[in-house]
């Protein structure tokens, strides 16, 4: 079956909640967001961070006059979020989606979290007693939808405001065939990506570990890589 963006699901009126919306890769798909007018919530411990973070981001070039960016503490962000997307550091994973597991019940969860390690020879895929950051997540809200998505997403790019384009596919992991179609929406609101849907949550470890690989790619090339699959 072809890659079809027709067939995708309208995604525009659902709020999405970041958990880590102060850190690099939150702030930076949150204006992503918010430049296409997607309603976006960033949570942080500190609510006044949060909201910090997203007048900053509400003022970014591209953002239209009048986007709906707010920010509040992770609960409340969870609670009042359709879609929450993950994007917290790998050492404080577990606890903080286990303190959500509440409010996050019924919500589609994304995470992106890659669990790596670092050295004096660089960034390596960490082992994950549950397989992966997303099987930690699905076995700590088990109320919840949950998938792995946007873990390759360069950071520098998402914040960019002279990009107006993000040529990549995001890799989609998930037991829940019905997360895909609403997943590659919200990713085909940023020009140029792609949602493609890789497998259960069980690939979902050499998807996240795979980043090491391209930190190292980044490195050698100076670039900012992704990964764009062929012959879809």
């Known amino acids: 079956m072809a ?5 995708l699901p309208d995604v525009s009126r659902l709020t999405v909640g970041i958990i880590g919306g102060t850190g690099d890769q939150g702030r930076g798909l949150a204006y992503r967001f918010a430049r296409a007018g997607q309603t976006v919530l960033i949570g942080s411990r500190a609510a006044d961070r949060a909201a910090q973070a997203a007048a900053e ?7 239209p006059a009048g986007a709906t960016v707010s920010g509040a503490d992770n609960d409340e962000v969870a609670r009042r979020s359709d879609v929450v997307i993950i994007a917290v550091p790998w050492d404080g994973h577990a606890a903080i989606v286990a303190a959500l597991a509440g409010p996050l019940a019924g919500k589609i969860v994304i995470d992106c979290v890659n669990p790596l390690g670092f050295d004096k020879q660089g960034p390596y895929a960490l ?11 699905a076995g700590l809200l088990p109320d919840s939808r949950v998938c792995a998505a946007f873990n390759h997403v360069s950071a520098p790019l998402l914040a960019d405001p002279e ?9 989609i992991c998930t037991e829940d065939r019905e997360l895909v179609g609403v997943v590659a929406a919200l990713a085909a609101r940023i020009p140029g990506m792609r949602g493609i849907y890789a497998g259960r949550l069980r690939n979902a470890h050499q998807i996240e570990a795979f980043t090491a690989n391209l930190i190292a790619i980044n490195k050698r ?12």
């Open 221 to 232: 090339y100076k670039a900012h890589a992704g990964i764009r699959v062929t012959d879809l």
């Open 127 to 137: 082992t994950v007693p549950e397989g992966s950051a997303v099987q930690q997540a």
């Open 57 to 63: 981001i509400a003022a970014l070039p591209g953002v």
């Open 3 to 7: 890659y079809d963006a027709t067939t």
């Open 163 to 171: 990009v107006d384009r993000i040529d990549l596919d995001v890799l």
